[in-house]
């Protein structure tokens, strides 16, 4: 981070993510999904790969599963 900015490769890879998803739609990559925990990772779904522009491989991605999570009763 520098004067209130953030820079650096995942970063980039977050606009990048953004810039490919679908209107309304949220997609993590790989790594983030190998991070959450089991709550997020019951939204995700589609594992997908992309090319994502100044990447030079493709990376793995998940994307948020349509509609609401289901909400579990008290």
Known sequence: MRD?????S??????????????????VS????????????SVLCC???VGLRGVSRPIV????REGRPSQHAA
């Open 61 to 64: 991605v998940w994307r948020m």
């Open 47 to 49: 594992r997908d790969e």
């Open 4 to 8: 209130g900015d953030w820079y650096g």
């Open 30 to 41: 790989d790594a983030t999904q190998s991070i959450a925990d089991d709550g997020a990772r």
């Open 10 to 27: 995942a970063v980039n890879v977050a606009a990048r993510l953004a810039d490919v998803a679908r209107p309304n739609e949220a997609i």
